[in-house]
């Protein structure tokens, strides 16, 4: 046969030339007279080796690779079709090599070179699928001996003239593509060839001379004949294993010996170890420059080396993030929120991983000798700086991330991923929405479990609702449970942060004080709905501004719990009974009960504080209840009134150590706590203080009408008597004005608002709020508050005054009395004589009688009329000092005070302070 392929000559049916020339022909459907030298000369190259798919026959992992490969393209539709169509492959039990057909369909849509002629394109379905016939298990290979045969026919002059025709000249097709990926150069020149015969079968480390395996027993056909025909072709093969270059490795560590550049696919291949935090043979880690950077012994051209540096960013990045992970799952106190967000950063890098493997497989794929890969698809740093661009950017927040969440846990840490989620990249908000969401759904679980059964797990102090074993029950509501303003996400509001405290406190509150365990009504069909995605109620928590179903959520158990939680207060423990029973007896509201009290205890407490007995007090208290409507009031309330002693003072009396108490437990002292139970003293002692003035007054007065008539028959007492009238009338009115203001401006006032409060109240912070209101309302207008102190001291010393004003007139009027009565047995003693017949007193007694009343007219009455002149003076100057006090003061009400105290100017004509014109605007008030 000529060299050109001319006729066949059919002299020896079993030559393996012969028949491998028949073979190929017949694939590329080529007459007997075309040439097919390079189609044949591909052929013996491919049969002589013994090459295997890149991939291992795993049809999942084949299936894998089509269906990114197809996603990468955005074809969405083709990648669910072809998960269709490989079900149905899957179902076919028939089918023993699923794998190869998958790769072998792979393959065939991967080629989509342009440019090829139809000559070249028949060939290259031939030489791309004649490797799929080969085992994709690799086998092991041994040494075998080659028996040197020489063709006669003109078939194998064919064959000869062929290979040797095509290793002087250079392919522009399959031989190209394929030295471009083995690595090895047809430019480089020898005088016997131009160009070098790959043998990807041959022991790595075996020397460079003609020296090819063989599969072991188990062969294929392929392979039998191709040691048939390397037999045949000895001579030619030791001739040319002169020529073959070294592996890829080799040269490059060849070339780096001798001082040459490296290669780029070298630096391709240490960036693929970089990219996981590990040093290369080239690029390591520079401790001192805390980055990856080039050996400097290693010759680089500066370009690749600047591009070589900056991908080894990506490298450090990745260290950074997996040094973070590393250091804080071992951290035990890092806490769940803290762990979630690590394993979120581990998806990341898992997602980066499998990446990674993507491009380790291109690097094998490319280093495999027996795939062709056009130099247009192999890595290089370029292309690797484009793929790898996005990885980067998304690897550089997450090191952001981890830098910005540095020493944080728990909320704090929700609250620093949070604030990332407003980056305006798209991108990186989607992924740090997706970190979120996966580090609050521990506090999702938290939030449920405190929200709907009380419990709080929270073994690292991460939730936002702290609590305090060390307290006691009775303390529960107010010392147990407090807000970690540091642990509250930003996405959960302060005003949702406080029910959400408050709905805990609740549960807690009714099993541990109320002692009732019973459900909350509809409780348990929002759990089962609220808690049923624990995903999508996390996306809910964190989407509260584009819904507000979360608000929805936590107002509907707020409202539930809240509800049962009064419920229980006042159905069980009587609560509104147990406030207004403090409003009628600490505050004085009963007042047949209060002014019956006064009239038993009035010999009592005038005694010396420390003559009096606790047991005596109480036995005064129960005969007032006895003859009052306070005996109406239930047996519980009675039970909790007692009397109280306060500490003994130097001089005090009874009056001034007195105090009623009232007793209380259980939930009720939860609203009435013993800070509270401290108001209620001071403000009783006030009112105590200010009815025993009005008491004082009234027994002051009831003397005065008493002894009015009595004491005419003495015409020199009525100076002295009109004065007291208007010094006790002056004192009555003012005493009226502070009881009117304090009864009805302050006591009944504060007490309307108080119950409208209570019953509109949601829950059980709501009434304690409104009580503490209502107690310092009447702290502050009672003048019991510190900027009020001058006042009240003023206001002691009227009082003080008044007392001593009905001791002088006690004393006056005894004396007077006396004086009438010695006058009256004067006049009797003369009437009886005279009715004797005798005469009616002698010089002597008549002289006595006289002094008497001349001392009587010139001591007693006017050292009284003194008194009480020195006494109205001082009251009057208290008074007006009172008033002046009172118009300077910030509050309206006590400046409308002084006008009602001064309602005719009397005091107003007396003190220039209060003509001013400004005496009631000293005070600005700020709106």
Request: with cysteine; hydrophobic share 35%.
């Amino acid at each position: 046969m000529a060299t050109g392929g001319g006729a066949e000559t059919v002299s020896d049916k079993d030559n393996p030339q012969k028949l491998l020339l028949q073979l190929v022909r017949h694939l590329l459907h080529k007459a007997p007279d075309e040439d097919v030298t390079v189609q044949y000369q591909y052929a013996l190259r491919l049969i002589s080796s013994n090459f295997t798919p890149t991939v291992e026959g795993d049809d999942f992992q084949v299936a894998q690779r089509i269906r990114k490969k197809l996603a990468n393209q955005s074809r969405v539709e083709d990648a669910a079709k072809f998960s269709e169509l490989y079900t149905k492959l899957k179902s076919k039990a028939e089918l023993k090599n699923k794998w190869a057909i998958l790769y072998v369909l792979m393959t065939l849509a991967e080629d989509k070179r342009p440019g090829r002629d139809k000559s070249m394109e028949k060939m290259r379905v031939f030489w791309q699928g004649l490797p799929r016939m080969a085992t994709s298990t690799p086998y092991p290979s041994r040494p075998t001996s080659h028996e040197n045969t020489t063709a006669s026919s003109d078939e194998s002059r064919t064959v000869h003239q062929t290979m040797q025709q095509t290793y002087h000249t250079q392919s522009s097709g399959i031989g190209s593509g394929l030295s471009s990926i083995s690595g090895y150069s047809q430019s480089e020149h020898h005088p016997s060839a131009t160009g070098y015969l790959t043998f990807p079968g041959r022991t790595p480390g075996a020397a460079t001379h003609y020296g090819v395996t063989f599969a072991d027993d188990n062969q294929t056909t392929g392979t039998r004949l191709a040691r048939m025909l390397t037999t045949a072709d000895s001579q030619q093969s030791q001739a040319r294993s002169r020529y073959i270059t070294p592996t890829a490795n080799s040269r490059a560590l060849h070339d780096s010996e001798e001082g040459s550049e490296v290669s780029e696919s070298q630096l391709v291949r240490d960036l693929v170890y970089v990219f996981q935090g590990i040093d290369g043979h080239i690029v390591k880690f520079n401790h001192t420059e805390d980055a990856f950077r080039i050996d400097p012994q290693v010759v680089v051209s500066k370009p690749m080396r600047d591009l070589t540096h900056k991908l080894g960013e990506l490298g450090w990045l990745f260290k950074k993030v997996r040094r973070y992970i590393d250091n804080r799952s071992q951290d035990k106190a890092f806490g769940v929120i803290g762990q979630s967000f690590c394993a979120a950063l581990q998806q990341e890098l898992t997602e980066y991983y499998r990446l990674l493997a993507v491009l380790q497989a291109q690097q094998e794929h490319e280093t495999d000798q027996a795939v062709i890969v056009e130099p247009s698809e192999t890595l290089s740093l370029i292309r690797l700086k484009v793929w790898m661009y996005e990885p980067t950017q998304r690897m550089k927040y997450l090191a952001i991330l981890v830098d910005g969440c540095k020493d944080k846990k728990g909320g704090a840490l929700c609250s620093s991923v949070e604030s990332y989620t407003m980056h305006g990249d798209p991108a990186v908000k989607s992924l740090m929405k997706h970190i979120l969401k996966v580090v609050a759904l521990p506090v999702r679980s938290m939030l449920d479990k405190w929200i709907y059964e009380g419990q709080l797990e929270d073994k690292y102090h991460e939730f936002f609702v702290a609590s305090d074993p060390t307290v006691k029950e009775e303390k529960l509501w107010h010392e147990k449970y407090s807000l970690r303003k540091s642990m509250i996400p930003s996405f959960i509001k302060m005003d949702q942060a406080n029910k959400i405290l408050s709905i805990g406190k609740s549960i807690n509150f009714l099993h541990h004080v109320c002692k009732n365990n019973e459900p909350i009504k509809g409780r348990s069909e929002d759990k089962e709905e609220e808690v049923t995605d624990r995903y999508r109620d996390t996306e809910m928590l964190l989407d509260q501004d584009l819904d507000g179903s979360f608000q929805q959520v936590i107002d509907a158990v707020y409202q539930d719990t809240s509800k049962r939680l009064l419920h229980v207060l006042h159905q069980n423990f009587s609560f509104l009974e147990h406030l207004k029973a403090m409003r009628r007896y600490l505050l004085l509201g009963q007042g047949d009960f209060i002014q019956h009290l006064l009239d038993l205890l009035e010999s009592e407490l005038a005694k010396p504080a420390n003559s009096l007995y606790l047991h005596n007090l109480t036995g005064v208290l129960e005969t007032a209840i006895r003859a009052t409507n306070a005996q109406f009031d239930d047996a519980d309330i009675l039970h909790r009134l007692d009397v109280r002693l306060l500490q003994i003072s130097p001089g005090d009396t009874g009056w001034d150590v007195f105090s009623l108490d009232y007793h209380v437990d259980g939930p009720i002292s939860t609203v009435f706590t013993p800070q509270c139970k401290l108001l209620y003293l001071r403000v009783f002692n006030f009112l105590w203080r200010a009815k025993r003035m009005d008491y004082v007054l009234n027994q002051v007065w009831r003397g005065q009408m008493a002894n009015a008539k009595a004491l005419k028959p003495i015409p020199e007492l009525s100076p002295v008597l009109h004065q007291c009238h208007i010094l006790a009338a002056q004192m009555i009115h003012f005493v009226q004005q502070m009881q009117y203001y304090i009864n009805f401006e302050v006591m009944e006032c504060s007490w309307d608002e108080l119950c409208k409060k209570v019953t509109a109240a949601e829950d059980l912070d709501h009434i304690i709020a409104a009580h503490e209101v209502f107690l310092d309302t009447i702290i502050r207008r009672a003048l019991l508050d510190q900027q009020s102190r001058p006042l009240l001291t003023q206001l002691r010393a009227i009082f003080d005054l008044i007392i001593q004003f009905q001791g002088t007139q006690e004393t006056f009027f005894k004396s007077s009395l006396e004086e009438l009565t010695l006058r009256a047995s004067y006049e009797k003693q003369i009437a009886a004589k005279s009715e004797q017949g005798e005469w009616g007193l002698s010089q002597q007694e008549e002289e006595d009688e006289r002094r008497r009343k001349v001392k009587f007219m010139r001591e007693v009455i006017p050292t009284n009329r003194a008194q009480l002149k020195v006494l109205a003076k001082s009251y009057q100057d208290m008074v007006q000092k009172f008033l002046v006090s009172l118009t300077e003061h910030a509050d309206d009400n006590l400046r409308l005070l002084a006008v009602r105290l001064d309602f005719n100017e009397v005091y107003k004509a007396k003190e220039p302070k209060l003509r001013s014109p400004m005496a009631f605007k000293k005070t600005k008030k700020v709106f």
